[in-house]
Nanobody, 122 residues
């Protein structure tokens, strides 16, 4: 499975961005998809995940109520809608895929996209 993340950019605090992650080379609908982020000087952090059926999502406390994850199986694409962005959301955002339930442990994800930079100016 190959993953291609896109949609990052430079925005101001309070703005919104929608990241996309397009998958190819596998049965997209059977995978759990996750979004991670890594800020400068920090470890990579799990942000949100969605199961193959789209019935479960999981967000870390820092983005609850502001970020939402969704997927379109027909387009083999998972999205991360980010609203009310803050300077602390600045990071490289990665999408990842695995089989089985959503987890926040990056080592359990088998496939990774290249990352897309999100920069939020305050």
């Amino acid at each position: 499975v190959q993953l291609q993340a896109s949609g990052g950019g430079l925005v101001q605090a309070g703005d919104s961005l929608k990241l996309s992650c397009a998958a190819s080379g596998g049965t997209f609908s059977s995978y759990t998809l996750g979004w991670f982020r890594q800020a400068p000087g920090k470890e990579r952090e799990f942000v949100a995940g969605i199961t193959w059926s789209g019935l479960r999502t999981f967000n870390v406390n820092s983005v609850k109520g502001r970020f939402a994850i969704s997927k379109n199986n027909a387009k083999d694409t998972v999205y991360l809608q980010m609203n009310s962005l803050k300077a602390e959301d600045t990071a490289v955002y990665y999408c990842a895929a695995k089989r089985g339930p959503v987890t926040s442990t990056e080592l359990q994800y088998d496939y990774w996209g290249q990352g897309t930079q999100v920069t939020v100016s305050s």
